[in-house]
């Protein structure tokens, strides 16, 4: 089944303490992207990938960190997380379609609390 | 990156058709219109996309203007299970890479 793999589906953290959230996909996508959701805020970009080793900031980078070495995965990396990064994060993907268009297929989703 | 402007919420009778707007004004001709749906906290599920056509699926209608400055979304006999956040966004014919989401519409569809 084509899918975006999320892990883990819930975190609970302390400040300060590195995490790693990981994503996958099976659909051979060059495409990935990471998003935080919070309350009246709508869906936000965090990063984005266009290929393996190609990586840019999405909106709100501030504090987190990827990687790309492989087409697949695509974790997204908290060397120090405090508070305000509490929130619901999706990573998503697509193909990268030259002169079209496709959508982004995304993951469950990861609710992370920093205390 | 062209970003988008929805009404916050938008209430709908069941089995009436829903009507959601949105002002996408700075869209550059390779940019698509999308459409994705969230329903409580799940990952968003991809609804319909468009580029100055109108198009339809099984799910929705997607009607562009002839500008392309603004869409609507229509669900045609909505029902209790269309009740979501409803995203509206523009995304780059294959090199769209940086996404504003914005926050969406959250539709009630009510008995």
């Known amino acids: 089944e084509a899918q975006v793999t999320q892990n883990p589906r819930y975190l609970i953290t302390v400040t300060g303490k590195k995490l790693t959230v990981t994503c996958s996909q099976n659909m051979n996508h060059e495409y990935m992207s990471w998003y935080r959701q919070d309350p009246g805020l709508g869906l936000r970009q965090i990063y984005y990938s266009m290929n393996v080793e190609v990586t840019d900031k999405g909106d709100v980078p501030e504090g987190y960190k990827v990687s790309r070495k492989e087409k697949r995965n695509f974790p997204l990396i908290l060397e120090s997380p405090s508070p305000n990064q509490t929130s619901l994060y999706f990573c998503?993907?697509?193909?990268?379609?030259?002169?079209?268009?496709?959508?982004?297929?995304f993951g469950n989703g990861t609710r992370l609390t920093v205390t | 990156d062209a970003k988008t402007t929805q009404p916050p919420s938008m209430d709908c009778a069941e089995g009436r058709a829903a009507n959601l707007p949105c002002n996408h004004s700075?869209?550059?001709?390779?940019?698509?219109v999308y459409w994705y749906r969230q329903i409580h906290s799940q990952g968003p599920q991809y609804i319909i996309h468009?580029?100055?056509n109108n198009e339809t699926n099984e799910m929705a209608s997607l009607i562009i203007t002839e500008d392309r400055k603004s869409s609507t979304l229509i669900l045609p006999h909505a029902t209790l299970r269309d009740t979501a956040v409803y995203y509206c966004?523009?995304?780059?014919?294959?090199?769209?890479?940086?996404?504003?989401f914005g926050q969406g519409t959250e539709l009630s569809v009510k008995p």
């Open positions: 468009g580029l100055k």
């Open positions: 700075t869209i550059s001709g390779n940019e698509y």
């Open positions: 966004i523009v995304r780059g014919g294959g090199q769209g890479g940086k996404l504003i």
């Open positions: 998503a993907s697509s193909p990268l379609l030259w002169g079209k268009s496709s959508p982004l297929h």
